[in-house]
């Protein structure tokens, strides 16, 4: 059984920063294309960022320049650096292992507040 567990969420002060984590068991890490994605109050799930295994990142336009994402397979973790964070970021943070063409597992989700 895949599970992806998050943590690292939590209130932080406009400016600050947090690091998300993203444990997974049950699979072969390495085998995925790992994404976070996030859901604010009242709007849809979209998508922050995403990495291959071999590095490859994509990132939307909203987090590009303050957000990283990264992996360690070694570990079967993914994480998310979020730096000079937003009122706007506030929302539930979610893990994404993606195969194409059909297999897809998430994580609980984890939130993240920003606010002073």
């Known amino acids: 059984q895949v599970q992806l567990v998050e943590s690292g969420g939590g209130l932080v002060q406009p400016g600050g920063s947090l690091r998300l984590s993203c444990a997974a068991s049950?699979?072969?890490?390495?085998?995925?294309?790992m994404g976070w994605y996030r859901q604010a109050p009242g709007k849809q799930r979209e998508l922050v960022a995403t990495i291959t295994s071999g590095g490859t990142t994509n990132y939307s336009d909203f987090v590009k320049d303050r957000f990283t994402i990264s992996r360690d397979n070694t570990k079967n973790t993914g994480y998310l650096q979020m730096n000079s964070l937003k009122p706007e970021d506030t929302a539930v943070y979610y893990c994404n292992l993606r195969r194409p063409p059909a297999t897809d597992y998430w994580g609980q989700g984890t939130q993240v507040t920003v606010s002073s």
């Open positions: 049950g699979t072969i890490f390495r085998a995925y294309v």
